[in-house]
């Protein structure tokens, strides 16, 4: 009788620690395990349905906006002034030209770039500190967050770093990103939702991410356009990482001492 006890003894504290052990895990998941959604280059086609599913599922993110296109894109003033509307939506800056995609001659010139980014907040109606995003790269620059660009070399790195320190302080908050759905150069995107979803919880798993367990995932609004089954992607995203466990972040929360 003593050995069954025991063995039950021993199957019960199995139990409980199983138990203990998933109740832990189920705890940490949800705080640990956080997306931040950014959206950059709008307004462009795309942006319509972006608003239009984060409402409907609303959700927090960050829409790093070009002011040309707000001057140049069909009702760009219109899908601005929707998406600074929206109090789950950061409208930052994203610069006024995007560099005209020439990222080395751009970052050439630093007082250009500080100037190229100062004008941007005048068309986006934007006060410091504000949250932005350098055009073409993938630069932190935060009070408690510093990170380079690994994707281009020392030598170009030594001519670009003052333009990051000088845009930061001339009243930026810089995000870069740790993940990317990406595009094709029509903007449709690459990988299916699945295939997307799959990354993710990869990452999640065996990743490291600027900041422990929070991930900057870069999308862009051309990407969402009806053609490419825009909203019924980035819905099904949304949803399905909610059902996986995973929060959503402000990225005004993102680092300590951010607005
Ligand atoms: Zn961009």
């Known amino acids: 009788m003593g050995g069954l006890n025991s063995l039950w003894n021993a199957v019960f504290r199995w139990l409980l620690a199983g138990f203990f052990l998933t109740a832990c895990a189920i705890g940490a998941s949800a705080a640990d395990r956080t997306i931040y959604l950014t959206f950059d280059d709008g307004p462009l ?43 789950l939506v950061t409208v930052g800056n994203h610069s006024y030209t995007h560099a005209n995609n020439r990222y080395r001659q751009y970052y050439s010139n630093t007082q250009a770039v500080v100037a190229d980014m100062l004008h941007a907040n005048q068309v986006l109606g934007l006060t410091p500190m504000v949250n932005a995003r350098l ?11 510093s990170r380079e660009d690994l994707s281009i070399n020392v030598a170009q790195w030594e ?8 845009v930061a302080e001339a009243g930026f908050y810089l995000y870069g990103w740790d993940f990317e759905w990406v595009h094709s150069n029509d903007g449709k995107p690459v990988q299916s939702v699945d295939h997307l979803i799959n990354e993710i ?23 969402f356009q009806d053609q490419f089954n825009g909203q019924e992607n980035l819905q099904a995203l949304i949803r ?3 059902q996986r466990g995973y929060a959503f972040g402000d990225i005004r929360t993102y680092a300590p001492s951010n607005p």
Not at 48 to 77: C, D, Q, W, Y
Not at 159 to 166: A, F, G, T
């Open 45 to 87: 086609p795309g942006t319509k349905n972006v608003l239009s599913v984060l409402s409907k599922e609303n959700v927090p993110a960050a829409m790093f906006m070009v002011g040309l296109h707000v001057e140049t894109i069909p009702a760009g003033r219109d899908l601005l002034a929707e998406a600074k509307a929206m109090p």
């Open 135 to 145: 055009p073409g790269r993938d630069v932190f620059r935060l009070p408690t967050v």
């Open 159 to 166: 001519r670009e770093w003052l333009d990051y320190e000088l």
């Open 201 to 223: 919880d990869h990452l999640f798993q065996y990743g490291r991410f600027t900041q422990p367990g929070k991930m900057i995932l870069l999308m862009h609004d051309e990407m």
């Open 240 to 242: 399905t990482l909610r």
